[in-house]
Nanobody, 121 residues
Framework: QVQLVESGGGLVQAGGSLRLSCAAS????????IGWFRQAPGKERERVAA????????YYADSVKGRFTISRDNAKNTAYLQMNSLKPEDTATYFC??????????????WGQGTQVTVSS
């Protein structure tokens, strides 16, 4: 059974940093693209970062460019989202997702349960 589990969320002051992790099991991790999404109450889900299955192409939303970095460690079956210079508007539940032989656009068929990130001013 495919499972994605996010961790690393928490409460942080504006300007601080967090690193989110996405641990995968039940799939051949190296053949899946990874995407990071976020959703705040009352807002639509937003794709913030993605990495194709080869690990050679990246996508970042304009709102996070220069602040967030997506990476993966296939040996550990884990993907990461390094978040620096955090802003209150980054507050959301963050989800990781996986796409079989996917590009940065997906299609994303598997989703984690999410981890909460709260940035205080």
């Amino acid at each position: 059974q495919v499972q994605l589990v996010e961790s690393g969320g928490g409460l942080v002051q504006a300007g601080g940093s967090l690193r989110l992790s996405c641990a995968a099991s039940g799939l051949t991790f190296s053949r899946y693209a990874i995407g990071w999404f976020r959703q705040a109450p009352g807002k639509e889900r937003e794709r913030v970062a993605a990495l194709n299955w080869r690990g050679t192409l990246r996508y970042y939303a304009d709102s996070v460019k220069g602040r967030f970095t997506i990476s993966r460690d296939n040996a550990k079956n884990t993907a990461y989202l390094q978040m620096n210079s955090l802003k209150p508007e980054d507050t959301a539940t963050y989800f990781c997702a996986a796409a079989d032989y996917g590009t940065t656009t997906g299609p994303y068929n598997y989703w984690g349960q999410g981890t909460q990130v709260t940035v205080s001013s």
